[in-house]
C-alpha cells in the first residue's frame, strides 16, 4: 500500500510538471505571437503615418502651385487693366454727365 500510494503521488507529481510545462509553454507561445503581432501593428501605424505626410506635401504642393497660378493671372489682369479705356467721369448715362430733358424734383432749382 506504502509503495503504492508513493507510486500514485510520484505520477501525480509527474503529471502535475508536465502539466506546468505545457502550460509554461503555451504562455511563451502567445507572448511570441502577441510580439509578432504587436511589430507588425507598429509597422502598419508607421506607414499610415507616412502616407498622410505624404498626402499632406501633396496638398501643400497643390496649394502653393494654386497660388502662383492665381497671382500669375491678377498681374496679368492688372496689367491688361492699365491699358482698357476710362470710364468717363461723372457719366451716370447721360451725355456730359446731365440729364437731357428729363427732370427730376431735386435737380431742378427754384429762381
Not at 507529481?13 to 501593428?41: F, G, N, S
Not at 498626402?55 to 500669375?72: I, V
Amino acid at each position: 500500500e506504502r509503495r503504492e500510494r508513493e507510486r500514485k503521488l510520484s505520477k501525480e507529481m509527474a503529471e502535475k510538471a508536465t502539466r506546468e510545462l505545457e502550460k509554461m509553454q503555451l504562455q511563451e507561445k502567445a507572448e511570441v505571437k502577441y510580439k509578432e503581432w504587436l511589430k507588425k501593428k507598429r509597422a502598419e501605424e508607421a506607414e499610415k503615418k507616412k502616407k498622410e505626410k505624404e498626402k499632406e506635401k501633396e496638398r501643400e504642393a497643390e496649394l502653393q502651385e494654386k497660388k502662383a497660378r492665381s497671382e500669375k493671372i491678377f498681374k496679368e489682369w492688372l496689367h491688361n487693366a492699365r491699358n482698357k479705356p476710362r470710364p468717363v467721369l461723372n457719366g451716370y448715362g447721360f451725355p456730359r454727365g446731365k440729364s437731357a430733358g428729363l427732370y427730376f424734383y431735386h435737380t431742378y432749382v427754384v429762381t
